[in-house]
């Protein structure tokens, strides 16, 4: 997915969603949230804003990798270090100060998910099923 996509589908979930912080702000009403120009069926993508500061950030690692190896065969992962990664912040604005925050893109490349200092490896799942279909 291009770059300009990914922006594009970001900044469409934040307005549609607003800066709802903490876990719960899934949009899975079955409604579209961003759409695509294509109704191509692509992987769902799983994208991971993190920063060095989050709290448990050991353990927010530690769940996205067990994360990533339960459903490696099904969904991409993209883990993004803000910190190590600036250039992010320029694309992404909405995960400034909000990591970790998960951005999840569906079959449709439609936004799924966003979560914002979510640490529930449950709720995330959750998320990840959702946007497989299940």
């Known amino acids: 997915m291009s770059k300009k ?24 009403s079955g409604t579209d949230t961003a759409q695509t120009e294509s109704t191509e069926k692509v992987t769902p993508t799983f994208m ?13 690692n530690t769940m996205y990798t067990e994360l990533e190896n339960e459903y490696k ?20 604005s909405l995960v400034k100060d909000q990591t970790p925050a998960l951005i999840m893109l569906d079959t449709s490349n439609n936004i799924s998910a966003i979560e914002f200092k979510c640490s529930d490896k449950d709720k995330l ?7 497989l279909g299940k």
């Open 73 to 92: 065969d099904k969904i991409n992962f993209q883990l993004v270090n803000v910190d190590e990664n600036p250039e992010a912040l320029e694309n992404f």
């Open 48 to 60: 991971y804003f993190v920063a060095n500061a989050d709290d448990n950030f050991d353990a927010t």
């Open 5 to 28: 996509k990914i922006i594009a589908l970001a900044m469409s979930a934040v307005m549609a969603v607003g800066m709802i912080a903490g876990c719960g702000s899934t949009n899975n």
């Open 125 to 131: 799942k959750t998320d990840i099923d959702n946007a």
